[in-house]
């Protein structure tokens, strides 16, 4: 992709992608929900959704900031190339709040925090929200092998 033919908030082949993985994943935590649900298991209901919740916002504050990095790249590429007035204008209108660079840098320790605050709010067993929190590994796992045997 040449850096004359970006522009900023253009879609990626990927794209599509992403938004399945995102789907999936608030998809396979609501459903381990409604099986926990199923079997009378409230607490653990709330941990496996509360854990993929989480899987969910950590996946989009990476694409977030990601894409940000990228956006940013690619600007000061262009105005190296040689600043314009169009290429000026592009960069403001592609430039991002700090707090996406934030969540991107402190993701960890958000999702840490969430973890925390849903174990003793909500008492619910750890090793619920850590299941939670794989519903995001079943989704890219899903994703890609639809990817792989998609005609």
Request: glycine share 8%.
């Amino acid at each position: 992709m040449s850096s004359q033919s970006y522009l900023p908030h253009a879609t990626f082949a990927g794209d599509p992608l992403l938004r399945r993985i995102s789907a999936l994943t608030l998809g396979f935590g609501l459903a381990a929900a409604v099986a926990a649900l199923t079997l009378h298991r409230m607490d653990w209901a709330k941990g496996l959704l509360g854990g993929a919740i989480l899987a969910w916002l950590n996946f989009r504050w990476l694409s977030r900031g990601i894409r940000a990095l990228v956006d940013a790249a690619l600007a000061q590429a262009r105005d190296s190339a040689g600043p314009t007035e169009t290429a000026k204008r592009d960069a403001k209108a592609s430039a991002y709040p700090v707090g996406t660079y934030l969540t991107l840098v402190f993701r960890y320790a958000l999702v840490g925090l969430g973890v925390y605050v849903i174990f003793n709010y909500l008492h619910v067993p750890l090793i619920s929200i850590g299941l939670g929190l794989c519903a995001f590994v079943a989704a890219i796992l899903t994703a890609s092998v639809w990817e792989v045997i998609r005609p």
